[in-house]
């Protein structure tokens, strides 16, 4: 697969953008009767999984449209290769943007986060300023960090961040 995806706006705070890209797609000749449903069932599988070509992890497609009516088979390639244009609903934040996150759990040394429901961050308490403002945090709570790092490891994503100097005030 090949994706031709334009720059999307990094200015959403909530790191979600929406992305109108072209995709060449390999599907088997198994669904060569529908197209759509080798189209669909190898979008699926990029689903929650960390894109190089999208710089971030799509959550959603919609719009998915053929460029044409007819695929082509590559010389001794089995698949079959089509055009698509597709609607993709990508999570990438940028380095320094803040997110907001859901305190899932705390330990001494760290606080872990869930964003958006399926991504994992984590605010480390490296001083005691800090050490002392994630204290007055609570399982459940919603808090806005900001991104320090981005981690991908087999598709997935992980981000480390830090509480905001707002918070520190508090």
Known sequence: MSINAPDSDQGSSSG????????KLYISPAYL????????????????????????VPL???????VSDTGFI???EPDI???ASISVLVFAPALH???????????????ALLVHGAFNASIIKQSDVSADAATKLVVGQQVHFVLKSITVAD????????????????
């Open 16 to 23: 979600l953008h929406q992305c109108e890209c072209s995709m």
């Open 60 to 66: 959603a497609f919609s719009k998915v449209d053929l």
């Open 155 to 170: 598709g997935l994503l992980s981000m480390l961040g830090e509480l905001p100097q707002a918070h520190y005030a508090r």
């Open 97 to 111: 943007q803040q997110l907001v996150g859901v305190v899932t759990r705390m330990s001494g040394d760290h606080v």
């Open 81 to 83: 290769h089509l055009q």
């Open 33 to 56: 009767m529908d197209p759509m449903a080798g189209v669909q069932s190898q979008l699926s599988h990029m689903l929650l999984k960390y894109t190089p070509q999208l710089r971030g």
């Open 74 to 76: 590559r010389h001794d």
